[in-house]
Every structure is written in structure tokens, then in C-alpha cells.
């Protein structure tokens, strides 16, 4: 059974530091492209960062760049991705999901394997 199962959201000041977890199992994720898209209220979901297999590639939503750092451990059994998010802004406020894109499938920036989503709120 796959699972994408994201933690570490919560309530923070504007300023303030947090980690997201994604702990991805039921498929050999360590060959997947990774990634955390976010959607705030009212908004459609937007890609925040992917990495690919081997943690060797990143990409980063133009406006988070420096503020956001993805990585990833790819143990044998559960790949974890990690997003560390620093000098969080009441902009940041959404619900961050993780992603798992399947080898060869989709276009660019597609991805097949979505978590439930964690929010995160920022207060000023």
C-alpha cells in the first residue's frame, strides 16, 4: 500500500523555522522524483520544491528560493523528504503536500503519489 505521510506543520510566528516530513512508503520511492506543492485558501496548488532521485537535483518555486530547503534520505524501506522553511511569512499559510512521481510517467513535473497534506499557519 503506498503511502506519503507528511508531518511537522503547525502554528508559527511570522520569522519563525519549521521542518515538514514526508515518510513515503510502498514503492521503491528511493528511484521516485520527490516534491511539496502547497495551496493556500482560495489558490490552486503550487509546486514549492522537488528533488530528484538522488537528492543530486532541485528545483524551487522562484519566490521561496533561499527561504526553503528540500532534502531527502533514502533509506531501504521508507524514503523520508524533508522540507526545511525558514523565515516563515503569513504569505506561507497553506496546506504543504508531498508528492511521489513514478519514473517515466507523466510530463514534467507531473506527479502520480500525493500525502493528505499538512498545514502550516504563519500569524504576523
Known amino acids: 500500500q503506498v503511502q506519503l505521510v507528511e508531518s511537522g506543520g503547525g502554528l508559527v510566528q511570522a520569522g519563525d523555522s519549521l521542518r515538514l516530513s514526508c515518510a513515503a512508503s510502498?514503492?521503491?520511492?528511493?528511484?521516485?522524483?520527490m516534491g511539496w506543492f502547497r495551496q493556500a485558501p482560495g489558490k490552486e496548488r503550487d509546486v514549492v520544491a522537488t528533488i530528484n532521485w538522488n537528492g543530486g537535483n532541485t528545483y524551487y518555486a522562484d519566490s521561496l528560493k533561499g527561504r526553503f530547503t528540500i532534502s531527502r534520505d533514502n533509506a531501504k524501506n521508507t524514503v523520508t523528504v524533508y522540507l526545511q522553511m525558514n523565515s516563515l511569512k503569513p504569505e506561507d499559510t497553506a496546506v504543504y503536500y508531498c508528492?511521489?512521481?513514478?519514473?517515466?510517467?507523466?510530463?514534467?513535473?507531473?506527479?502520480?503519489?500525493w500525502g493528505q497534506g499538512t498545514q502550516v499557519t504563519v500569524s504576523s
Open positions: 508528492a511521489a512521481k513514478t519514473p517515466g510517467w507523466g510530463r514534467p513535473g507531473e506527479f502520480d503519489y
Open positions: 510502498g514503492r521503491t520511492f528511493n528511484s521516485y522524483a
